[in-house]
Each structure stands twice: as structure tokens, then as C-alpha cells.
């Protein structure tokens, strides 16, 4: 796939550019059902179909404290569109001076001037231009204006939910990971280097790789079974995301760091300074605070025990 990093690295005219404009954070299923109208459009008249996206998130530079965390990483979501079968992306960074560009503006010098559009195709709620003055009707007229066809898609439904990145967000916060999958189109992965921990898993029969948060959106604190990706390579395990309550001393001291760690199944190798990829499979259980160690590897192993039967042993029975 062709990654074009800024409009002024646009060195070659796009052939009858069908595009849809968007952040597409988590490139979920009603993305991807885009994806798959602009390239039956491109196909049909012979053109080329384009992604126009933005980095970084929009909030990020203007309005730090309302970000919200990612679904994907840049580099994720750039993979995910290549796996949906585009093979072109026009990525353009996104500034202050940028954001200040009116949406009449954007629609002639950068849609119609540089990037030579034939068709716009837009989901139903996509807004543009200088403090989102644009919508749908905007980019419906402006294109009348220029002879730029535009069309709009309808949200795209599962189960009777909207499918949306704000929906994924708060399903995954609040520890629901199956139900975003559904409208993901795949299971909710994170990714991060392995770095030092506590240490702590090692001495319990449990060594854990502890992955360094990124500012992808973090599931809700609680035991879950996953699947770790390291070098091409998958594997089972079951990952805790808390603060490790059974070893502090005094749980009403402070605010504690949030810990990602992972238990990988049937696995000795140092991967310190490697980063791996962590899929969620399903919940297990909320993270408690327990009594001893002693009943806190108690409680691991009926983890690891519920994960293999339930989700592991199941996946290779299913099959």
C-alpha cells in the first residue's frame, strides 16, 4: 500500500480519485463498508480509490484534555486499511494552521486543486473545515458547486447498535470485549514494548511481560483471556490490567499506576525491549484483592484453568 505523508508529497496525479475523508480510529466495520463502496466506485470508472486521513487525532492538537484514547495506533490502523484492500492513503498531518482552513477552502484548493477528486464518499456524521463547520450538506453542496460528486452512507448497524468509535470506546472501557469485537470486525488488540515490572510474577510461578500503556483506550481493570503476538508468533495467555491490589499495603494511599501485565502460556524466553501485540478473547474476572499469595496463585492457576478450557481448548475444538 502507498502511504503518502502530506499533500505537498504528492508527486504523481491520482487516476479518477474516488476518496472518502476520515480519522477512521479503529477501522471498524463501518469503515471498512466504505472502504468497500469507494473501491467499487473507483473499479467501475476506472479510477483509483484513496483514504484521506489525519494525524495526529484532530483533539490532540486542539484540545489535548478532550482526546480520547486511540483504538489503534497509527501504524495498526495504516495495517488494517491494507488488509481491507486499499492500496492507496493520503495521510495529512494535522495542525493548528490546518484546522483553520474554511470548508469551501479545503473542498477547492486541497480536494479539487491538488488531489483532483472525481467522487467524495463520506459516512453519515463526517463534519470538516474550521471548528467543524462542515457537514454532509456543506460537502453535498460545495461539490454541486465544482462538479464533484458526493455521496453519503448511512451508519452501518449491528444488533441493533450504531456502529461508531465512540461506541467501541465505551464498550471496551467498560470491560465488554466481545460485544466490540462484534462491531470492530475483529478482536480489540494493543500494542507495546515489554518492559521491567515488578518483578513479582516470577517469584508467584507466573513470569509476566509487562507491556507499557500506550494511549490506546485501556479495557476496564480486571483478568482476561488473550493472545500475544511476539515475532510472528502466537500464543495464549491471560493478562491482568490493574493496579495489583493485593500488594499494597494501604489501598486507600494515593492513586496507583495502572499495570498491563501478561502470563503467556507455555513460554520461557526474555523478551524485554520486543513489543508484542495483545488480543482480547474474552473476561475472566474482575481484579480483587486477595487475603495471602498463597491465595493469589490460587486463583492464577484457576484463571489460566478457565482460559484453556473455556476459550483456548474450545477455539481448537471449534475448528
Known amino acids: 500500500m502507498e502511504i503518502i505523508l502530506g499533500i505537498e508529497r504528492l ?3 491520482f487516476v479518477n480519485p474516488v476518496v472518502t475523508l476520515g480519522n477512521f480510529d479503529g477501522v471498524h466495520l463501518g469503515h471498512r463498508k466504505i ?3 469507494i473501491k467499487e466506485e473507483a473499479s467501475r470508472g476506472n479510477g483509483e480509490a484513496v483514504v484521506m486521513t489525519f494525524d495526529p487525532h484532530p483533539l490532540k492538537v486542539l484540545a489535548p484534555d478532550r482526546c480520547p484514547p486511540l483504538l ?9 486499511i491494507e488488509a481491507s484492500g486499499i492500496e492507496t492513503v493520503l495521510c495529512i498531518p494535522f495542525t493548528k494552521a490546518f484546522s483553520q482552513m474554511s470548508p469551501s477552502v479545503f473542498v477547492k484548493e486541497i480536494m479539487v486543486d491538488k488531489v483532483a477528486v472525481k467522487k467524495i464518499i463520506v459516512g453519515y456524521n463526517y463534519h470538516f473545515g474550521k471548528n467543524k463547520e462542515g457537514n454532509v450538506e456543506t460537502l453535498r453542496r460545495l461539490g454541486k458547486s465544482l462538479s464533484v460528486d458526493v455521496d453519503v452512507m448511512d451508519p452501518w448497524i449491528v444488533d ?24 470492530l470486525g475483529r478482536e480489540f488488540s494493543v500494542s507495546g514494548p515489554v518492559v521491567e515490572g515488578a518483578k513479582r510474577g516470577r517469584t508467584l510461578g507466573f513470569p509476566t511481560a509487562n507491556v507499557a500503556m500506550s494511549d490506546q ?12 503476538l511476539w515475532n510472528g508468533l502466537l500464543f495464549d495467555g491471560v493478562a491482568n490490567i490493574g493496579v495489583n491490589p493485593t500488594f499494597r499495603p494501604d489501598p486507600s494511599e494515593g492513586k496507583a499506576k495502572v499495570s498491563f501485565e501478561v502470563y503467556i502460556l507455555d513460554f520461557d524466553r526474555n523478551i524485554y525491549g520486543d513489543e508484542i501485540e495483545v488480543s482480547f478473547k474474552k473476561r475472566i474476572r474482575d481484579e480483587v484483592r486477595f487475603g495471602s499469595t498463597a491465595e493469589l496463585i490460587d ?3 484457576s484463571d489460566v484453568r478457565w482460559a484453556r478450557e473455556n476459550v483456548f481448548d474450545k477455539r481448537t475444538r471449534d475448528t
Open 11 to 13: 508527486s504523481r496525479p
Open 160 to 183: 441493533g447498535t450504531v456502529v461508531s468509535s465512540s461506541r467501541i470506546r465505551t464498550l471496551i472501557k467498560a470491560g465488554d470485549l466481545e460485544t466490540a469485537a462484534k462491531l
Open 217 to 228: 483506550v485501556t479495557p476496564r481493570s480486571g483478568v482476561y483471556a488473550v493472545e500475544v
Open 35 to 37: 472502504f468497500a463502496r
Open 72 to 80: 489503534t495506533s497509527f501504524r495498526k490502523k495504516m495495517a488494517l
Open 299 to 301: 486463583h492464577i492457576q
